[in-house]
């Protein structure tokens, strides 16, 4: 059975920085894209970050630059940086993993808050 769990989100100060992990088991994430996204109550949920098989990294234009997104396929974990963060990031952080055949495995997610 396939476990997606994302954790390490919490509270922080605007301009403070977390990290996020999003650990699987069950699943090699080895040939999976990973990718972060985020929602806030009343919207569509948005990707954030995604980082392919071959280590190839996307972001949104409203992290990019504050955010980076790594993956470690011996410890079958992708982590998400956060600096700089601001009010407007607040939002359940979800990790997604995907590939072309279709298959597709979603964790249940982390709260990140930003508020001082």
């Known amino acids: 059975q396939v476990h997606i769990v994302e954790s390490g989100g919490g509270l922080v100060q605007p301009g403070g920085s977390l990290t996020l992990s999003c650990v699987a088991s069950g699943v090699s994430i080895t040939s999976y894209t990973v990718g972060w996204y985020r929602q806030v109550p009343g919207k569509q949920r948005e990707m954030v970050a995604s980082?392919?098989?071959?280590?190839?990294?996307r972001y949104a234009d409203s992290v990019r630059g504050r955010f980076f997104i790594s993956r470690d396929n011996a410890k079958n974990t992708v982590y998400l940086q956060m600096n700089s963060l601001k009010a407007q990031d607040t939002a359940v952080y979800y990790c997604?993993?995907?590939?072309?055949?279709?298959?597709?495995?979603w964790g249940k997610g982390t709260l990140v808050t930003v508020s001082s």
């Open positions: 997604r993993l995907f590939n072309g055949d279709g298959m597709e495995y």
């Open positions: 980082v392919s098989s071959f280590n190839t990294a």
